[in-house]
């Protein structure tokens, strides 16, 4: 009886993604690399038949959705966030490919954000934007910046830290804020029954101001989806004018609109910002938050690729579905959650 062979679509813009793939070949296992530049639509359409599984970057797979061919069974998206996809299902639900199996790279960026958000904290508490703007001038701290440098910090394990989103990867920057001894406590939107993580204390929906009311830093890593977009915008975040915390944002700019944000970095309602999304990308250069000394913008590099890891997890999963087991970290187009 001759083994079934599966063949793999790769659409990927990163091509180490493809490299690390046909270095090491899976048994009964066919990679096909398939162009995401200089064709047309329906020259992607036409590629992709006859693969039965895709793997890719999701902004070169969105658009083929509505017409993909009926050979193929398995998406695995390079993305851990996914609002387009939900975004696509919207504009064309009856298209028959959602009833495939969709998956997303699940906690493969937990680790790397979790490493940028613990960089975030202890730069903005050391103020190392205004000590890399005195190396730039090649200037020493007179006193009076001297001892603002040295009697401003105030030591981690005094400061709580509150996270927007409790997944994979606000559990693990949960952990790593733990480890400096802050005080973590998170935001979901499902009552937790039994809290055996590293929360301090969770909040729910009803009770958001008083959540951000509690917090010397904020970090928001919910996904966009309707409950989330826009939580943070308006005056919102005026509750926490007595606390002055700082913002750190690795989730999706839109929970908070730019003209809100620049509102509550002015009036004192936050202290400062470390922007890794922000509500436009790339962010124009007239926007007014380049210029503001207390805000830190990042080109959303917070989660980056980290050699091997996006590939195995793709490989640990194309074992299991050829097993016909259950897939990691499934997506429904239907549900608008993940």
């Not at 793709?314 to 579905?321: A, D, G």
Request: net charge neutral; glycine share 6%.
């Amino acid at each position: 009886m001759e083994t079934r062979r599966i063949v793999v679509g790769l659409l990927n813009s990163v091509k180490v993604f493809n490299a690390e793939l046909l270095e090491n070949k899976l048994d009964n296992v066919q990679y096909k690399v398939i162009a995401t530049t200089d064709q047309t639509h329906e020259q992607m359409v036409a590629s992709v038949d006859g693969c039965e599984v895709l793997f890719g970057a999701p902004h070169f797979i969105h658009p083929l959705i509505p017409q993909l061919p009926t050979s193929v069974k398995w998406v695995q998206f390079t993305y851990a966030g996914l609002d387009g996809f939900f975004e696509s299902y919207k504009e064309t639900p009856n298209a028959p490919a959602w009833n495939i199996q969709y998956t997303r790279m699940g906690d493969v960026f937990a680790l790397p954000i979790a490493e940028y958000v613990l960089g975030a904290v202890i730069a903005m508490e050391r103020d190392f934007k205004e000590m890399f703007k005195l190396q730039s001038a090649k200037k020493w701290a007179d006193y009076d910046n001297y001892v603002m440098y040295m009697t401003k910090p105030r030591p981690l394990n005094s400061l709580t830290a509150g996270i927007l989103g409790a997944g994979n990867i606000g559990i693990k920057i949960a952990e790593l804020l733990k480890a400096v001894g802050m005080r973590v406590i998170g935001f979901k939107n499902n009552q937790v029954i039994r809290n055996d993580g590293p929360f301090d204390d969770f909040y729910y929906p009803g009770n958001l101001d008083k959540f951000l009311s509690s917090c010397d830093f904020i970090c928001n890593i919910l996904p966009s989806t309707p409950n989330t977009i826009g939580l943070l915008s308006g005056k919102r975040l005026e509750i926490c004018e007595s606390r002055k915390p700082a913002f750190i944002n690795v989730g999706r700019g839109n929970i908070i609109d730019e003209e809100s944000l620049i509102r509550a970095v002015t009036n004192g309602w936050i202290s400062k910002a470390f922007l890794d999304v922000l509500h436009e990308e790339p962010l124009p250069p007239s926007s007014k938050l380049w210029e503001m000394d207390n805000v830190v913008i990042t080109p959303h590099v917070s989660g980056p690729f980290v050699k091997g890891q996006i590939t195995s997890l793709f490989k640990e999963n194309l074992k299991l579905y050829t097993q016909g087991k259950q897939l990691k970290f499934e997506v429904y187009p239907s549900s608008n959650s993940y």
